[in-house]
């Protein structure tokens, strides 16, 4: 029941947020239709926070230079809405600076920083995507080895599907490592690489899982816990063995004979635009991507969301958003706050899989705005928790 302790310690406002976020992170799971998750939303969320802004009229907020420079980049939003937006744009802009501003100020972050949260959030999801893989092979809507391109619930693209589940394996990977559960550990490894490699096929979920474990390799050679040659030896091991079974099975051959599928021209291309329509204003936020590949197929978005602010926000909101993401990460350094490694790898995984930041609520406020606000939400238990 620690888990819960929050609820009951904390004052009826900051509960009722910590719980209506909770829920908001399920519906990801269980609702099978964006509108549904969204009315989540708007009623739970949204309105409930509104209501709150307005009856504190500031009261109580304290000012930090990560709340700043979330400051800035909203109004740079809506500044940039003002001649290139509509009505549209702005109530977006809206639901994402109320989304921040719930998550960093209103709600409990202990209660995210738990390991069992942790640790369930990524078993969680393994079970969605297996769960949901076995059944669709059983009913035969996918056979077996087939990518499975559409999950039931609002989480349903094979992509942001294993960036979630990598930067859940992120935020889990310290309590994994603290409290020595190896074996888990391996589990867990294990089951990602078959979800994201099999199931998903999805490089950019593999890409943040290297990320990590060259990551915990380096600070274990750096803390002088694993020598190098052991370190190199692990490493030629699991590298034969992904040679070996990548050669034998030709769905995972495909997966890396598509090469950058096309990203080094599709962003050259869109750098290019956004270099035509001004560096620090860019295209503005209604503009249209009517270009192709040399191969003859659309670009549907920029595959990047540092190209995407840029293109369609100019240079001035892909500074700040930097700072932002810079000063967070920094400070989820020095706290040794778990939701800090969780940024870095949908951040770096981001970089070759992202669209607009400023819309409804999809997976990139679960990849970025969630842990982002939550880094900068340093709120304490009163004394006498």
Not at 246 to 265: I, T
């Amino acid at each position: 029941m620690r888990f819960l302790d929050g609820f009951s310690r904390d004052g009826r406002e900051t509960a009722y947020f910590t719980f209506a976020l909770l829920l908001f992170i399920a519906s990801f799971l269980l609702l099978p239709t964006t509108k549904m998750v969204n009315n989540v939303y708007y009623v739970f969320l949204a309105l409930p926070a509104l209501v709150t802004v307005v009856g504190r009229r500031g009261r109580g907020l304290r000012w930090a230079p990560d709340l700043l420079l979330w400051t800035l980049l909203i109004a740079w939003f809506a500044v940039v809405g003002i001649w290139s937006g509509d009505g549209q744009h702005f109530k977006h802009v809206l639901y994402v600076a109320l989304f921040v501003l719930l998550v960093r100020v209103f709600a409990d972050p202990t209660v995210f920083r738990t390991p069992v949260f942790a640790r369930g959030l990524f078993w969680i999801l393994t079970i969605y995507v297996l769960g949901s893989a076995v059944t669709y092979w059983i009913v035969g809507r996918y056979a077996v080895g087939e990518r499975v391109l559409w999950l039931p619930a609002r989480m349903t693209g094979p992509i942001y599907t294993s960036m979630w589940l990598a930067c859940c394996f992120a935020l889990a990977l310290p309590v994994w490592l603290r409290e020595h559960r190896r074996l888990e550990l391996a589990a867990a490894l294990a089951v990602s690489i078959f979800c994201m490699a099999y199931v998903l096929q999805s490089r950019s979920g593999l890409v943040g899982l290297s990320l990590l474990l060259v990551l915990t390799a380096c600070a274990a050679v750096w803390r002088r816990s694993l020598h190098p040659f052991l370190l190199a030896g692990v490493a030629a091991c699991i590298g034969g063995i992904a040679f070996l079974v990548g050669s034998q099975v030709p769905k995972l051959v495909s997966l890396f004979q598509r090469a950058d599928s096309g990203r080094l021209e599709l962003w050259s291309i869109l750098f290019a635009d956004w270099m035509a329509c001004g560096v620090w204003t860019g295209c503005g936020m209604d503009h249209v991507i009517d270009r192709q590949l040399s191969i003859g197929l659309p670009i549907p978005h920029p595959h990047s969301i540092f190209l995407a602010l840029g293109l369609y926000s100019g240079l001035v909101a892909l500074v700040i958003f930097l700072a932002l993401m810079l000063a967070l990460l920094r400070g989820a350094w020095v706290r040794r706050d778990p939701w800090g490694l969780y940024l870095l790898t949908a951040l770096v995984m981001l970089n070759f899989d992202g669209t607009k930041l400023v819309g409804n609520p999809d997976e990139l406020w679960l990849l970025v705005l969630l842990p982002a606000a939550l880094i900068g939400n340093r709120r304490e238990r009163p004394a006498s928790a």
